[in-house]
């Protein structure tokens, strides 16, 4: 049997206090390899200790009371493997339990000696050989009897509980440097596991030290393993910044930080006067509180169609965009595309859920309307008090076509009769409704530095678009340009990685992206909402030197943003080789 000298202890409070040792403490004991016995070698009134070899910390160390060796029960069960159950009335360990409060034990319902529990400082402790019994563990002391050896079996544990583990590729990292982390838990019998739950792990550490990472695992049973944990240590010269790390690793959705992009200058970006098509918006009163008319105008060709509503009436109801043909003929009338959000009292969801919808749609249908005859092109679901509705409809009329955006409590149709019958709802004052001349922005831009920013919605760089409001001939201004869709191509781009930073407050939304071959709607940001300039988005890293973003600026959502474009990373290593971690699990 080994038993650790006090030279051994003294050395090892020698390097903790230079540095030279993690101080781990209870919480920090490593629960990888722990398969056969455990060993832990300790000394009185020494926090050093081994366990199977490796030096920890003890938090309370053991003590020589009255000629008897006393161990921190809690904390030298954990160090053991071992499970303490109970609470601040009753614990429970092995063969052991103890009343802290009297304080007595008794091994096997057998009554001990009063001695042979002590509590200091809230700490309870039980003797050595108490212990040992509980757990028929091994002990033995050095000569002196100040060093102990206890050695115990770990718990076999309940046969059907499923098993945590992982690894990392390293045990020592630099701070900048990727962790990649490979799990490998399992379930005894197969089962699914249905839920992980991490501690402390994060994909880098930039703050060099030493960090414990634990996983806890749950199967379909309803049985969850005990936390396995891996201890590494970050040390050395930094290998990336945090903002360096995000444009090497992130993926697009993530957030990252970047407290310099409001410096960043702005690209010099030329929008063309192109063909368009008229944006048709009705948004004001938002929140209508009784059945009527919110926003009517007439419509041949191509259009998109933008309403951003919310039920105020006392009970359930829809909205609708009904068509009446304005001809002597029939006339059809085609959705190209459409997103449509409905009922959701979350307003940050109105416009990105819209968005994706809209992205995403494909192929079209059609109605064909006969001369006077009203047809609804589009029908909310059934909306409660509260609840908003959001939509954006791309149509194609054969002919002249009256819209009317309407909101009706639910008991009522949207056929001509009621419409007649209906009041013009006034605006409100604060939101905006019209018909707009552009509904397409065209913008194309080269790169001639990095990092730059392409500013959106600001109404100086890009200015709102114009307008009228129909049923009052006013003039008006889109602000924010909700419903205008961005037409954006910038060269230049390979090497790079581009962001969305917003600059107006909370943004949540969504945009496609034309890379090369490849098309992708992102989702911004990946959960949630991002609300500060300094926290951009990942949107991509160009594959190709040229790049195409479509981009509508998400109802609900508050402008200004930027595009940022960044170098996407620094080169280093032999031959300028990117140094990057591509492997993930």
């Known amino acids: 049997m080994l038993v650790a000298s006090p030279f051994i202890f003294h050395r090892v409070v020698r390097r903790l206090r230079s540095g030279l040792l993690p101080l781990l403490g209870l919480l920090a004991v490593s629960s990888a390899g722990a398969v056969g016995s455990v060993q832990v070698q300790a000394a009185v009134d020494q926090n050093a200790a081994y366990r199977n070899g490796d030096a920890l910390i003890l938090v309370s160390p053991p003590r020589l009371i009255k000629g008897r060796t006393l161990l921190p029960m809690r904390e030298m069960a954990t160090v053991l493997g071992q499970t303490v159950l109970g609470d601040a009335t009753q614990l429970q360990v092995g063969r052991l339990s103890v009343d802290p409060r009297r304080p007595l034990a008794s091994l096997d319902g057998v009554a001990q000696p009063n001695d042979s529990v002590v509590v200091l400082n809230n700490v309870v402790y039980v003797s050595a050989k108490l212990l040992a019994d509980a757990l028929n563990a091994n002990l033995s002391f050095s000569d002196d009897g100040r060093s102990l050896t206890i050695t115990a079996l770990p718990p076999g544990g309940n046969p059907l509980t499923p098993q945590a583990r992982f690894s990392t590729d390293k045990l020592t990292y630099a701070p900048g440097e990727r962790v990649v982390y490979t799990e490998y838990a399992f379930d005894p019998d197969g089962s699914d596991l249905t839920s992980r739950k991490w501690t402390g792990r994060q994909d880098v550490y930039f703050v060099p030290g030493t960090y414990t990472v634990s996983l806890q695992v749950t199967n379909a049973r309803g049985l969850s393993s005990a936390p396995f944990s891996r201890t590494f240590t970050v040390t050395g010269q930094p290998i990336d910044t945090p903002l360096s790390y995000a444009l090497k690793y992130a993926t697009p959705g993530d957030t990252f930080s970047d407290a310099q992009v409001l410096t960043y200058p ?10 368009s098509y008229p944006l048709i ?4 009163p938002e929140a209508p509180t009784q059945s009527g008319i919110l926003y009517q105008d007439s419509l041949n060709g191509q259009a998109r169609l933008l309403a951003y509503h919310v039920n105020a009436l006392s009970g359930p109801a829809r909205l609708y965009v009904v068509a009446r043909n304005l001809e002597s003929r029939p ?3 085609r959705t190209t595309r459409q997103g449509e959000t409905a009922p959701t009292r979350i307003e940050g969801l109105l416009g990105q859920v819209t968005l994706l919808e809209y992205f995403a749609s494909s192929g079209s249908q059609s109605v064909t309307v006969q001369p006077g005859e009203s047809v609804a092109i589009y029908a909310s679901p059934t909306l409660s008090s509260g609840s908003g509705v959001n939509m954006m409809q791309d149509v194609m009329a054969s002919g002249r076509v009256e819209l009317t955006y309407a909101m009706l409590e639910a008991s009522l149709p949207p056929t001509a009769q009621v419409l007649q019958q209906l009041p013009f709802l006034q605006p409100d004052g604060r939101h905006q409704r019209g018909t707009f001349q552009n509904a397409v922005r065209v913008i194309r831009a080269n790169l001639t530095q990095l990092p730059a920013r392409l500013v959106i919605g ?13 049923l009052t001939n006013q003039p008006q201004q889109l602000i924010g340009n909700y419903g205008v869709l961005y037409d954006i191509e910038v060269q230049g781009v390979g090497g790079t990685a581009v962001a969305l930073s917003p600059r107006g407050g909370l943004y949540r939304g969504a945009m496609n992206i034309e890379d090369g071959p490849i098309i992708q709607v992102l989702k911004l940001p990946k959960v949630g909402a991002t609300g500060t300039p300094d926290q951009p988005t990942l949107l991509w890293r160009p594959a190709s030197n040229h790049i195409s973003i479509d981009f509508v600026p998400a109802s609900g959502s508050n402008l200004p943003i930027s595009l940022v474009f960044y170098r996407s990373a620094a080169p280093g290593g032999v031959g300028g080789v990117i140094n990057i971690k591509r492997y993930t699990p």
């Open 266 to 275: 702005a690209i010099n970006a030329q929008t063309l006067q192109t063909p």
């Open 458 to 470: 600001d109404g100086m760089v890009d200015p709102a678009v114009t307008g009228v409001d129909a």
């Open 281 to 284: 918006f009705s948004d004001s």
């Open 331 to 333: 006339v059809e009338v």
